[in-house]
């Protein structure tokens, strides 16, 4: 739907022009939907590309709306489907157009190597300067990500000096602040608060905002990876899930809390649902049935396992009927028996192809054959390449372990199937008949990491392998498009993250998320560390929403972020508001306190009374004691004598031993 008010003559002349060969009506609907998508591509990427393709869906074969549709495909992070409309534009036009972006959308998919090699191949004379200059942003960031944090230095630095003195200061500005990034990368942090202070503050431009559009006055248009679905369902945007298993349909042989409710709610909601999955010893009708004792509605023509994903590829590969060594169970060898192919058990019987699985019951010469049919010329297949396996007592070996000592013995790669290659999510898809897919999975290195590689939209669901905090510090490349608690997430709306003026990002109901200098992570000004206890720190969904859109942003400028760990709880859970702790008042002396010797004398009256038997004489001085109790009278005589001088003139043989008795009493 087009907003009432949206008028063509508000897109580029120059744009406008282009649509001249469109029928009147027709041009005015295009031309008012790239006014959307130019008005959105920063606030709503998601509306901003639907408007686009509607665009495109009418007039395809001009280059300025494929370039729309290239640019909001970005925005969104379909960046496969980004990668297709920028050569069609360049097809187009026949020049080297959005190379800038197309370079930039292999670093997303995590290829800086292929960045690299097209922007080196660009030819650049005759190009404007500031794309020029988004070449060599894009240039140096990719160096960056190959660890050669020094040549994008030097590159930023060349391309400083070439700048003429009239240029654009915005162009000046952000290459200084790339050289700001490439710097503190190096450790050099000293130059780069140098670089920092002497960057040209950022023109304020003027700008009529539409309040309808922007209800956030502080809001700018800085996007996110992270990606939101206002006023509307996942259920709704999607025409089909493909849904990881354990640790997101469920746990083992135990079901998840919200798993199969929320499955059901999006089937209802009209949403097809594929489950794919990388365990391979298992066979669709065995994964169907599971899923239905769980709770989950199944059939086999929704399972797609990585034995069906080899399949696809050996087809690709070998003849029909080709002799095949397979290392797995049941769930590999009878997929691979039925698609045709002959089974043989020794290297002897000359096999076309290796086809391993998870085998939990594998030997040292069930390996060496194996390895041996390599040796000789075997294709290498293998069902995913998947180094751990979940278990009750810890994280147990993968395939992926075992299929690399396959690969370290014979020094052969293996075709690889399952996640996270693309090709598992795109045939997962086309089983269901899925045309607009949405991933969901709880594990970032496969499910997250494969949706992005095919150019699909992902959720995470915090019910399996990572965690919020591995979320948070995701790095590109596996950042989820979505983010939810439990697969309820599939039939609720998603706010979309802010970024505001000041450098914070809030979400929906947020509290203010914000990433410091050295790496500190902040909600409302407060430390997570300082209020984080034996479990972390806990906060709600749209907080942690925040948090990781501040994150992911302050990572790809090079900043080394900290996080706790962290639980996250409903919005309406007063236990996720993060709050200052409160301060500890270090006891004062007070007038009342005491001196030194006035406690030694409290600690004296403090112990206990000796009682009545006193230990007055110690071991070996019996003959001392006797003594003195038999001069005891002669003592007491002393005593009442009328001085020591009198005493001195009576018989000194009587009283020299009662003189130095009483001596000794005392």
């Not at 280059?63 to 990668?83: K, M, P, Q």
């Not at 503050?201 to 990876?225: H, N």
């Not at 000359?350 to 294709?379: C, H, S, Y």
């Not at 409290?602 to 019996?622: K, M, N, Y």
């Amino acid at each position: 739907m087009i907003p009432a008010g949206v008028s063509a003559d508000e897109l580029d002349a120059d744009a406008l022009r282009t649509l001249d060969s469109l029928s009147g009506p027709n041009r005015d609907i295009v031309a008012r939907h790239l006014v959307m998508a130019g008005q959105l591509i920063d606030l709503d990427a998601e509306l901003a590309h639907r408007h686009a393709t509607a665009a495109a869906a009418r007039a395809g074969r001009i280059d300025s709306v494929r370039e729309a549709a290239a640019l909001t495909a970005y925005a969104s992070g379909r960046y496969e489907e980004a990668l297709r409309e920028v050569r069609a534009v360049r097809r187009m036009r026949g020049d080297d157009s959005l190379r800038a972006v197309e370079a930039d959308i292999e670093r997303a998919l995590g290829r800086p190597e292929k960045a690299v090699e097209i922007i080196d191949a660009t030819e650049t004379r005759g190009m404007e300067l500031s794309e020029q200059v988004e070449l060599v942003l894009v240039s140096s960031g990719a160096r960056a990500d190959l660890g050669l944090s020094e040549v994008g230095l030097v590159l930023v630095d060349d391309a400083l000096a070439a700048l003429p003195e009239d240029v654009d200061t915005e162009l000046i500005r952000r290459l200084m602040s790339v050289k700001a990034d490439r710097l503190r990368e190096l450790g050099r942090d000293a130059e780069a608060d140098e670089v920092e202070a002497d960057m040209p503050e950022e023109e304020e431009i003027t700008e009529i905002v539409d309040v309808a559009l922007f209800a956030d006055a502080d809001v700018d248009r800085k996007g996110s990876d992270l990606k939101g679905c206002e006023d509307t369902t996942l259920a709704a945007t999607y025409d089909c899930a493909l849904i990881d298993l354990d640790g997101t349909a469920y746990a083992g042989s135990e079901p998840i809390d919200h798993a199969a409710e929320g499955v059901v709610a999006a089937r209802e909601a009209g949403m097809k649902t594929a489950f794919v999955t990388n365990n391979a010893s298992r066979t669709a009708t065995d994964v169907a049935a599971h899923l239905a004792e769980l709770g989950h509605p199944a059939e086999p023509g929704m399972v797609m396992t990585s034995s069906m994903d080899v399949l696809a590829l050996m087809a690709e590969h070998l003849e029909e009927g080709a002799k095949v060594l397979v290392i797995g169970s049941d769930g590999l060898s009878t997929p691979v028996k039925e698609a045709g192919y002959v089974l043989v058990d020794s290297a002897d019987d000359e096999p076309a192809a290796v086809v391993q699985g998870l085998d939990k019951t594998l030997t040292w010469e069930r390996l060496n054959e194996a390895a041996f049919a390599i040796e000789r010329g075997a294709t290498f297949f293998a069902t995913n390449l998947d180094a751990s396996l979940p278990v009750e007592r810890g994280q147990a070996l993968g395939n992926g372990a075992l299929v690399r000592a396959l690969q370290h013995a014979t020094g052969v790669r293996p075709i690889a199937a399952g996640k996270p290659e693309p090709g598992i999510y795109l045939r997962g898809a086309a089983l269901v008949h899925g045309t607009n897919p949405l991933a969901v999975g709880d594990r970032l290195e496969t499910d997250i990491k494969g949706a992005v590689a095919a150019g699909i939209p992902a959720l995470h669901v915090l019910t399996g392998v990572h965690g919020a905090r591995d979320i948070i510090l995701a790095p590109r490349g596996q950042r989820p498009t979505y983010l939810a608690l439990d697969m309820r997430g599939l039939v609720q709306e998603h706010p979309r993250p802010k970024h505001h003026k000041d450098g914070t990002w809030t979400c929906g109901l947020s509290q203010v998320a914000r990433v410091l200098r050295d790496g500190t992570l902040t909600l409302d000004d407060v430390d997570l560390f300082d209020v984080a206890g034996q479990e972390g720190v806990t906060v709600t969904l749209d907080s942690y929403r925040a948090l990781a859109a501040a994150s992911w942003e302050a990572g790809g400028e090079g900043v080394d972020v900290r996080c706790p760990q962290v639980r996250v709880v409903d919005n309406d859970d007063p236990a996720g508001i993060v709050e200052a702790p409160e301060p500890v008042e270090e006891p004062s002396q007070d007038e009342t306190a005491q001196s030194p010797v006035e406690e030694l004398f409290a600690e004296a009256d403090a112990l206990p009374d000796a009682g009545d038997e006193v230990v007055t004489f110690l071991p070996g001085e019996e003959d001392l004691e006797e003594l003195l109790r038999s001069t005891e009278d002669l003592a007491e005589d002393d005593a009442s004598a009328p001085s020591d001088e009198a005493a001195e003139d009576q018989d000194s043989d009587g009283h020299d031993g009662a003189g130095e008795s009483s001596k000794a009493t005392k």
